[in-house]
């Protein structure tokens, strides 16, 4: 296992158009998170799961933010209606859940540009 | 509401110097992470510190952790060129998820 792989790297879409992400975590990691970085700021919090549970949202996901990780292993990230506002690189990053440490491991990140 | 405060922001420095970078917070933390990012890719883990007074050293890299658990370290002796990028802590919380924290970051560059 190389690590947590996001797939595409970089999109473009236009305002209005609907976006989808990919994460792969790393294999035995049952703890699967989304966060979003805007440039010249650290990453934020949007969401994660526990196996296939989604257990917390911030409040920077919006209506428009959709996630899933059916089997517990990938997971997806939708965003419907895409706004300008929408453009940063969405990062994923996944953990094993116990003892103390919160230790996570990001994959490459997901740019997304909307125009 | 949790907030991790980093400083500087930015740092310019002569390679061979030395530099050291600050994570403050008023919150107690579970443990908390040092990343470094590269423009375009995510961040990569350096280190993890759990315990309060607790210090590790990454060769020519020392972090350390608050004895409160709400701040944190890092020092960097003689610095290199290839040391250049952005350096994020990041807290988490056990007890909430361990929904990482992060700071604004510190864009540090090390010229020749």
């Known amino acids: 296992d190389t690590g947590v792989s996001q797939d595409p790297r970089h999109k473009i879409t236009k305002r209005g158009q609907n976006v989808t992400f990919r994460c792969d975590p790393i294999?035995?990691?049952?703890?699967l998170y989304w966060y979003r970085q805007t440039l010249g700021q650290g990453p934020e919090f949007l969401t994660y799961f526990q196996n296939e549970a989604q257990l917390e949202k911030s409040r920077l996901l919006s209506d428009r933010f959709s996630a899933e990780r059916p089997k517990g292993s990938f997971s997806t990230l939708e965003i419907q209606r895409t706004e300008q506002g929408d453009s940063a690189m969405y990062l994923c990053?996944?953990?094993?859940?116990?003892?103390?440490?919160?230790?996570?491991?990001f994959g490459q990140g997901t740019r997304l540009t909307v125009v | 509401t949790q907030l991790l405060e980093q400083s500087p922001q930015f740092l310019s420095i002569q390679e061979g110097e030395n530099l050291t970078v600050y994570c403050n917070s008023s919150?107690?933390?579970?443990?908390l992470q040092w990343y470094r990012q590269e423009p375009g890719e995510g961040p990569v883990l350096l280190v993890t510190?759990?315990?309060?007074?607790e210090v590790k050293k990454l060769k020519r890299l020392t972090f350390q952790f608050g004895d409160a658990r709400k701040d944190s370290s890092l020092h960097i002796t003689a610095a290199q060129t290839g040391d250049t990028g952005l350096y994020l802590c990041a807290g988490g919380v056990t007890s909430a998820g361990n929904m990482l924290t992060f700071g604004g970051g510190t864009r540090l560059m090390v010229k020749p």
């Open positions: 919150s107690v933390f579970s443990s």
């Open positions: 510190v759990v315990t309060g007074g």
């Open positions: 990053a996944s953990s094993l859940q116990g003892g103390t440490s919160t230790e996570a491991f």
């Open positions: 294999s035995e990691h049952n703890r």
